[in-house]
């Protein structure tokens, strides 16, 4: 008889057990960045976040001999099937030792969990959706994970796809350095210019004398922009704000570019630093001082992540991507900028990898999304 099982999440000391299972699992891992511990109480609905104002989520442990050996969180996305007009659930924050009877348990109680709900098609993972983290790190162990990107073990893949879910989409990180971008600019610089003048677009930075309300904007475009992607659900007006509250620190003014036409935010993109070494320094604890030390000397972090480059779709035909990139990287020198990361970029999403490819940035690291239970 096994001595395996898995139990649903719901005392305190149960949730404080979910959240610190990562620690003992990637212990000695050089490669694993904690995650911001405030963050994380936030993202599996141990504490108020809007995500959860409308979906919901439920939280499962598997324990062998009395020790827990993994866990896994079920999340109704609401939003998703609203949007998308179906049923199905979805699986994320999953942590397991290599053991496939353990995953195999934890798939079962979220499988279970659903199908109380008449739902029986399943994706995952992600963290809790498309707008946070999402992904299995399928390739590129190699290296740790820039700001806000996923990292596993190597065997997580076996043991998600030994339960029967098959790859739907790959999604990619790509990676340039600075030595890349004189040949880019003056490659590109003729057509910019004259996309620029042409649509007589103004290009600005973040605006500091209303910096929050300016961050909500960049990601009201970003919301709109994304409107035909696979998998994408806009997040919901308490989302943004909140989002933007929780990047008012994290966000370089610099690092940030905006593009108007007529007065009207039709684009906008933006990098944060890679804050992870420190992160990892402050082992995921920004109080009671951490964070200061996450935040001090921004200017010191010479790798940065660009989160988007999104312009609304009634403007997407007139390359204005190239014109906010352009904005960005003389920016991105006066920093010192030595090396940054694309990410994440959907695998269907050709012209935006291809682009960066031709340019010279490397894939460096992929992920999978799965599915399963479809016909």
């Keep these: 008889m096994s001595d395996l099982v898995v139990r649903p999440v719901a005392s305190r000391r149960e949730k404080k057990a979910f959240l610190e299972f990562p620690w003992r699992l990637y212990r000695g891992d050089p490669h ?3 995650p911001l511990r405030v963050d994380q109480k ?18 499962f442990l598997a324990y062998r001999s009395g ?15 609203e949007h998308y007009s179906e049923r199905r659930g979805f699986f994320g924050f999953f942590e397991c030792v290599d053991d496939e009877e353990a995953a195999a348990a934890l798939f079962d109680a979220v499988r279970e969990w659903f199908a109380g709900q008449d739902v029986h098609r399943l994706r995952g993972p992600t963290n809790p959706s498309l707008n946070y983290t999402l992904g299995l790190l399928i390739d590129g162990f190699d290296s740790p994970p820039t700001f806000m990107m996923t990292y ?11 339960y029967g879910f098959r790859k739907t989409q790959d999604v990619y990180a790509y990676r ?50 994304l409107v035909s992607t696979w998998g994408f659900v806009p997040m919901s007006n308490d989302e943004v704000r909140h989002m933007a509250r929780s990047l008012r620190h994290l966000i370089v003014p610099e690092l940030a570019v905006a593009a108007e036409i007529d007065g009207r935010l039709v684009g906008a993109t933006f990098c944060l630093p890679d804050y992870n070494p420190r992160i990892k320094a402050i082992d995921g604890r ?7 030390r996450l935040l001090r000397r921004k ?5 940065v992540r660009t989160i988007s480059a999104n312009v609304i779709p009634e403007y997407q035909r007139m390359g204005l991507g190239l014109a906010l990139m352009h904005g960005l990287l003389p920016k991105g020198l006066e920093w010192g900028l030595q090396e940054m990361e694309f990410s994440w970029i959907l695998e269907s999403n050709t012209l935006s990898w291809r682009s960066l490819a031709k340019a010279g940035a490397k894939r460096a690291k992929t992920y999978r999304v799965y599915d399963f239970g479809e016909e």
């Design 67 to 81: 020790e827990v050996c993994g866990r896994i969180a079920a999340i109704l996305n609401r939003d998703h099937n």
């Design 176 to 225: 340039g350095h600075v030595e890349m971008l004189p040949g880019v600019q003056a490659r590109w610089r003729p057509v910019v210019e004259q996309i620029i003048e042409h649509y007589d677009v103004r290009l600005r930075p973040l605006d500091t004398s209303r910096f929050v309300e300016d961050v909500e904007a960049f990601l009201t475009v970003y919301n709109r922009s």
């Design 32 to 34: 694993w960045i904690p």
């Design 299 to 303: 200017d010191r972090i010479k790798k």
């Design 42 to 59: 936030e993202m599996v609905g141990y504490r108020p976040h809007p995500f959860y104002q409308h979906n919901a989520v439920q939280t």
């Design 152 to 162: 596993n073990p190597a065997y997580y893949a076996r043991l998600i796809e030994a």
């Design 286 to 292: 920004l109080f009671p001082f951490g964070f200061i």
